[in-house]
């Protein structure tokens, strides 16, 4: 609500869970920076998401899978969590999950799909870096993010 009134952006971070649930907060933040007097076009919201672009959804699910393990197990340990599952992360790789990870058709119109479910979305930024992906597969990621999933994103979305 503050960012709103304010008049400034806001950034979620969406590391679990359905982005869905987070209209709510933005609708808050949208609500107090149009009371605050602020055009709604001033009030932009971006996401922060864990994601990876492979060449297909399995191929990008399996080379992102053992550095999450890794890294949410360590979390996990340190917080006396118990160790994370492949059902876990596939359910979070699934069509309304948060990880925006699969080829770049599935990863666009996962954005899409976001994108009307939170009512617009300016940017998002995508964490695809973890200890066990392998540097070629991190930058063709990058690559395909760039050249196949923006692209499809710009294609569908107005202005």
Known sequence: MRAGALGLP??????????????PLVDLYREAGRRAGH???????GLHCIGFVGETTGQAADDFYPGWAQ??????RERG?????RAQYD?????????????????????????????????ISLQMTNVRLAHENLLRGIELLGTAVTPIVRDALPG
């Open 39 to 45: 055009p709604p076009d001033q009030l932009e919201v």
């Open 81 to 85: 969590f118990p160790a994370p599952s």
């Open 91 to 123: 359910a979070m790789c699934a069509s309304d999950g948060a990880y925006l990870i699969g080829d770049p058709q599935a990863v666009a119109e996962k954005i899409l799909r976001i994108d009307d479910d939170l009512g617009g979305i300016s940017r």
């Open 71 to 76: 890294m949410f197990g360590s979390i996990g």
């Open 10 to 23: 806001l950034m979620v971070a969406i590391i679990g869970g359905q982005p869905a649930r987070f209209r």
